[in-house]
């Protein structure tokens, strides 16, 4: 529905999720549901079956100031599904090196409920020219059952070298767990032709996210942004494209934090139609050859550093 110089939109959605994951863990061999066959100690299988019900609304509003600009305003509530490797994750255990210590491991939660976020996006645009953009938008998202990272202490019946007869052991667990967090933060994006054929780009994102316990969110950045050029007319494409994410927050090994560096990577792209039905493409990433460095608690604690080099693909495509 709408008027002059406005439109909305409403709906409902409704979903249903139905789980059944099967774990195996470590048990006890006096454990009368254990299976002994393994040369690696006795075993159980574990299901569990969850079912959640959900609904969904959401509603849009578009309202053009002028024949250039035009408002946005979205709220929503969207639901997202927690990774199958989280859900049924295998157990990894390292025993303790001392007798009487604790050992450490991960694993997955197969009762980690489905993540639901609450979202407020507010968003200007303005068309100030032909195939030209500039745009700034806000976002606010309520995230209940977030995936986080905790630690769990479990007792697993291990043989080892120093235990050959087997022994039950605690162990500080590396799990995901069901948090709440909040995120918002802001967004600006630009684009510009330059000519006939030649144009730039370039958009920024600002995010501050944090869950219920004051820690940061995994994965999430507070500064990210690319800019880049193109070249394109009827035969001949091309393009370059630089990123930059700030450090974020990785995981937990052994309860404490570790995060990813920030990085920044150059790439660029190049096209040509041969025909209706063939064309050519050359992709060349890493161009600046960046390392991925991770660390723990701060860059003073470095932990690993990855390099993967430059990568360059070249492909033939077809299509009908």
Do not use: C
Not at 242 to 248: A, L, N
Request: no cysteine.
């Amino acid at each position: 529905f709408g008027g002059e110089r406005w439109d909305a939109n409403l709906g409902l959605r409704f979903v249903r999720t139905e789980e059944e994951i099967t774990n195996y863990v470590n048990a006890d061999p006096a454990d009368p549901d254990a299976i002994t066959t393994s040369a690696f100690g006795a075993f159980k299988k574990v299901r569990t079956n969850s079912t959640y019900n959900d609904w969904l609304p959401s509603a849009n509003l578009r309202y053009k100031l002028n024949d250039d600009m035009v408002l946005r305003f979205s709220l929503s509530r969207t639901l997202t599904r927690p990774d199958f490797s989280a859900l049924a994750g295998a157990v990894s255990l390292s025993p303790p090196a001392a007798v009487g210590g604790i050992g450490t491991g991960t694993g997955g939660n197969p009762l980690l409920e489905p993540i639901i976020s609450t979202n407020l996006d507010a968003t200007f645009e303005w068309y100030y020219a032909e195939r030209a953009l500039f745009s700034f938008g806000v976002f606010h998202m309520d995230i209940d059952n977030y995936v986080a990272l905790g630690t769990d202490r479990q007792a697993y019946f291990t043989i080892d070298a120093q235990r050959p007869q087997g022994e039950l052991i605690q162990y500080d667990l590396t799990v995901p767990v069901n948090s709440n967090a909040k995120v918002k933060g802001f967004e600006l994006a630009w684009e510009q032709p330059f000519g006939e054929y030649f144009g730039g780009f370039a958009n920024y994102t600002y995010a501050d996210g944090d869950t219920e316990d004051g820690t940061a969110m995994l994965g999430t950045s507070k500064n990210t942004y690319n800019v880049g050029a193109y070249f394109e007319n009827e035969r001949f494409n091309a393009r370059v494209n630089y990123t930059y994410r700030s450090e974020f927050f990785s995981g937990l090994d052994r309860a404490s934090a570790f995060y990813q560096d920030e990085i920044d990577n150059v790439s660029a792209s190049f096209g040509y139609k041969i025909n209706d039905n063939f064309s050519l493409a050359l992709d060349l990433m890493n161009l600046n050859n960046p390392k991925t460095k991770y660390y723990a608690e701060n860059r003073d604690r470095p932990r690993s550093i990855y390099e993967n080099g430059r990568q360059y693909y070249l492909n033939l495509r077809f299509k009908f």
